[in-house]
C-alpha cells in the first residue's frame, strides 16, 4: 500500500495534525452516586453527594466553574440541582436564574445548547450530549451559543431506573467536570 504521506502509517496523516490543533480536555472529576448503594436518600442527595465527590476530586469548587450543563428533565428539577451542586445557596435557585446569572454572559452559563429538554430529553443520550457539549464549548467549538474563556465545565447527568419502570427510582447521579 503506498501511504498519502511517507511519514504516515496507515492512518490519516492530515487528520492527526489537524486535530493537534485542537484545545485538549480532560476530565478532572467524577462523582457518582449509584441508587443501589444509597436506597434511602433522595435524588436530589445523590446529587449533591456525586457533586461533592467530583469537586473534592478536581480540587476545586462551584465558584471556579465557568459553565454547566445540568440534568433539566422538568424544569423545576433544573433549580433544584442547581442548589445542589453549590451554584447557589439552598432556596435561591428562582432568584438565581431571574438575575441572569444561568445566561451565557451570566455568572455561571448554565445549558448554554438548550439543555435536555430542548432535545427532546434522548434517554439513554443524555450524559455523552452533555459531554459532547461541554468539550465543544471548552475547545471554543460552540459557535452561536459559544460561553467566551470557557476553561472548566460542569456535567450533571441523573439516570436509569431501579428494578422497575412502576418504581422510577434513579438509579445514579453522576458529576463530571472538564478542564481545557
Known sequence: MRRAIPSS???SGPRSER?????EVCVIGVGMTPFGKFPQKSILEL???AAREAYERAGLGPEELDLAEVHDCFTPAEILHYEDLGLCPKGEGGPFIASGATQIGGKIPVNPSGGLISKGHPLGAT???QIAELVWQLRGQAGGR???GARVGLAHCAGGFQESLELAEVASVTVTILKA
Open 127 to 129: 450524559g455523552i450530549a
Open 146 to 148: 459559544q460561553v467566551a
Open 19 to 23: 486535530s493537534q490543533a485542537m484545545r
Open 47 to 49: 446529587g449533591r453527594e
Open 9 to 11: 502509517l496507515t492512518s
